[in-house]
């Protein structure tokens, strides 16, 4: 086996790393006071937050969300923390743990007020996750080949994050996984920061660079997919799988090859001692079943994971055929024996989705995101992309020792790209591109930020410049992504939160619902809405192009009853949440929904059952017999 030489690094250089916040020559002055900062820092953010916490005005909010209902101290404990974070980095290479705590504390106070606060589940669709875990611990079994409702049995061929919860339900003694659900991504979010570290540390020593890319990572992670959900679970092992093989599967003279070509940053970038071909084989059993668990949670993961694996087979530094195929045996294994109906029927559409890349980039199922929050939120989603991607191409272009070490990574991220080609996911494979290639994309944007740790030869008057450029470039792109997660995960809250008085009514209507009912709705996204998924029927009837949804408001008695089956006992739930996502999403027009409400209502062939003001409930009787229940 062949020994790894070294590389000199950021800690071991003669050369002191400049630093980023007070220039060259001023890295190391005032150690002693930087940590009683950092902790000052996190001190006063805490304080901030905490007291900002139960003046958030959630059960209120308006147009924009979260947005207008954040106090000031909120907004406040995110620039201390921030403040605090670039202050950290001065003397990241001796305590590289104050950019961590700083880290762990921005995820907190990014993502735990829903936690903290809400009665209810965020994401009104999360809720069908959670009856998927008590229809599993009811019943005591799986059944992939059902024919389940809205296709509710991809989640018995996929039921790894459903068994791990049920067994987490029973353990913890709570009632049903909503319990702990809104923790989901704090959880993984903090799983995931040393899976970061460990994939950002095998490409750089800096711990200025590792710290800023993770903090960069979390900020542009608004897409939503760490919510309790099979992906942001399996999205950890995807992650988990690449960070051993980046570490442990360099092939014997890679780090050479690299050094003699001049291809290493003498001072920042590191390459993993090689591993002999037992080894490596070694590291495939260890793997096998990780990348089985991956198989067992989700549909889409594994063939991100096979894509990424590909990419970088395709460098002699990680070129191992073996593990790429076992990686696809066992996704094959998978889709052909559990996942086989779904699977199947994925392949009889691919005609109709492939090379369609227009269609297979579109968000949701309108694309056009109405009222001020939503519109805001679009904006700011476009501009944090378009922000990281061009900070990771200055990245690419400017420090080229670093890109040709890291092309591992880079390659990583761009591997999913070609997905776009081949399907939609259900309108969400852009989301799923951007998620699966970001931990890359943000290493790069950081390392735009953060100047090279190296002793190179230049001038000194070219040394001042750029590390006052990046005193001030720093931690003003770092608000810039502070000020655009904010509408991006907060502006469409008033559509992620449902009152409880909701979620009671709903869950009257189906537990009420004899077996085989039709349970009609505008959209999947209400609370509870595929309670009893495995004894009901569904029909989401304005998930659907706006100029079909435009024509169903003409007649909807009509239009719904020339849908119903002859004999079929068929409800139809109407609820706020319906009506603000259909309205946000752009999936009806202004007033739509208050239209299709009142016609139904209005109608003979619909009788109403329960009318509240955050819905109303109503079946469907072709006699016109009509009974109400006062409320």
Avoid at 606 to 626: H, K, N, Q
Wanted: with cysteine; hydrophobic share 50%; proline share 8%.
């Amino acid at each position: 086996m062949q020994h790894h030489v070294p590389v000199p690094t950021a800690e071991s250089s003669a050369l002191p790393a400049p630093d980023p916040v007070t220039g060259p020559g001023r890295a190391g002055r005032g150690p002693s006071r930087l940590p009683a900062a950092g902790l000052l820092t996190l001190l006063l953010a805490a304080c901030l937050w905490i007291y900002a916490l139960p003046r958030i005005g959630f059960r209120e909010m308006g147009d924009y969300g979260l947005l207008d209902r954040l106090p000031v101290a909120y907004y406040l404990s995110l620039l201390v923390l921030t403040a605090g974070f670039v202050l950290s980095l001065r003397r990241a290479a001796a305590a590289p743990w104050w950019p961590a705590a700083h880290c762990a504390a921005l995820l907190l106070a990014l993502k735990a007020p829903p936690a903290v606060l809400y009665d209810a589940v965020r994401y009104p669709w999360s809720s069908k996750h959670d009856a998927v875990v008590n229809t599993l611990l009811a019943n005591g079994e799986l059944r992939p080949g059902a024919a389940l409702s809205g296709n509710m049995s991809a989640y018995d061929q996929w039921p790894g994050f459903f068994t791990l919860n049920a067994g987490l339900t029973r353990a913890l003694g709570v009632e049903s996984a909503a319990a702990y659900a809104n923790w989901a991504p704090i959880v993984l979010g903090l799983l995931m920061i040393p899976v970061l570290v460990l994939i950002y540390r095998t490409f750089s020593r800096d711990w200025r660079l590792v710290w800023t890319a993770v903090w960069i990572f979390q900020l542009a992670n608004w897409v939503g997919q760490d919510y309790f959900a099979p992906q942001g679970l399996a999205y950890l092992l995807h992650l988990t799988v690449l960070a051993v093989v980046l570490r442990h599967f360099v092939r014997p003279g890679s780090a050479g090859r690299l050094r003699d070509r001049g291809f290493l940053d003498p001072a920042a970038a590191a390459v993993p001692p090689p591993t002999n071909t037992r080894q490596r084989a070694v590291c495939v059993v260890v793997l096998a079943p990780l990348i089985a668990a991956v198989n067992a949670t989700h549909q889409l993961t594994p063939v991100m994971l096979c894509v990424c694996l590909l990419a970088l087979s395709l460098t002699r530094r990680y070129r191992n055929l073996g593990l790429l195929a076992v990686t696809g045996l066992l996704m094959l294994a998978w889709d052909l024996t559990m996942g086989r109906p779904l699977f199947v029927e994925t392949l009889s559409t691919l005609k109709e989705s492939l090379g369609e890349l227009t269609q297979n980039s579109r968000a949701g199922y309108a694309g056009r995101l109405t009222g001020p929050g939503p519109e805001l939120a679009g904006r700011a989603n476009v501009l944090m992309v378009l922000t990281i991607v061009v900070l990771a191409g200055v990245a690419v272009v400017l420090r080229r020792r670093l890109t040709r070490s890291a092309l591992p990574l880079l390659l990583v991220s761009a591997a999913p790209v070609p997905l776009f080609a081949v399907n939609d996911y259900g309108g969400e494979m852009l989301f799923r591109v951007y998620l699966f290639g970001l931990p890359g994309a943000a290493f790069f944007a950081a390392a735009a930020l953060v100047p090279a740790a190296t002793g190179a030869r230049r001038p000194a008057r070219a040394k001042v410049l750029r590390d006052r450029a990046a005193a001030v470039a720093l931690p003003a792109v770092l608000l810039v992504l502070l000020a655009g997660f904010l509408p991006s995960y907060y502006g469409k809250e008033k559509m992620y939160y449902t009152p409880p008085e909701e979620t009671a009514l709903v869950t009257r209507a189906l537990d009420s619902a004899p077996e085989g009912s039709l349970i009609l709705a505008t959209t999947g996204s209400f609370p509870q809405a595929l309670h009893r998924y495995d004894r009901l029927e569904h029909w989401y009837f304005a998930e659907q192009e706006l100029p079909e949804n435009e024509k169903m408001l003409r007649d909807p008695a009509r239009y719904l009853a020339e849908g119903i089956p002859p004999g079929t006992t068929t409800y139809v739930i109407l609820t706020r949440t319906q009506d603000i996502y259909t309205a946000g999403e752009g999936l009806l027009p202004a007033g739509g929904f208050e239209t299709l409400r009142t016609k139904l209502t209005a109608s003979p062939l619909f009788a109403t059952v329960e009318d509240r003001p955050y819905g109303v409930v109503l079946e469907y009787r072709p006699a016109g017999r009509r009974t109400t229940t006062s409320p």
